[in-house]
């Protein structure tokens, strides 16, 4: 079993998507990577590209077999009825759900730093989606 696998949620390639997979798997984590593509591998050195457009074909499914916990980070990338789906086919494995939001969606006029439980955005984005659902 892995004792540190962490699957990380990014909808795009970003710096901050390579930075956090290179520190964790630096520091041993198995690290998975979903995205709407499969990023090239040499991106996320050390970590598993998986394509959220193949997760119906046992991508995602394949990479939690054999580990007792996976830690996730969640980077915005997917919808509400998405984070459902991966609920309700891995709740028993997910040890820890991390949700990185941004100050986009909270309302706007609001001075920094901005408190967790200030009001959000009523605009209809799926990161606002997200937050809302989480």
């Not at 990577?33 to 457009?53: H, M, Q, S, Y």
């Not at 997917?78 to 991390?98: G, N, T």
């Amino acid at each position: 079993m892995e004792p540190n696998s962490t699957l990380v949620i990014s909808a795009e390639d970003t710096d901050a998507a390579r930075l956090l997979v290179r520190a964790l798997v630096e520091n041993g984590h198995t690290v998975g990577v979903l995205g709407p593509v499969a990023f090239p591998p040499e991106k996320f050195n050390g970590a598993t590209p998986i394509d959220a457009r193949r997760i119906g074909e046992g991508h995602l499914r394949s990479w939690f077999e054999g580990r007792l916990t996976v830690s996730i980070v969640d980077l915005g990338a997917l919808s509400p009825e998405s984070i459902e789906l991966l609920h309700r086919a891995h709740a028993d494995q997910i040890e820890h759900y991390v949700f990185c939001s941004s100050t986009s969606v909270y309302a706007s006029g609001l001075s920094a730093p901005v408190a967790e439980d200030a009001p959000t955005a009523q605009s209809d984005t799926p990161l606002n989606a997200v937050e809302r659902y989480l």
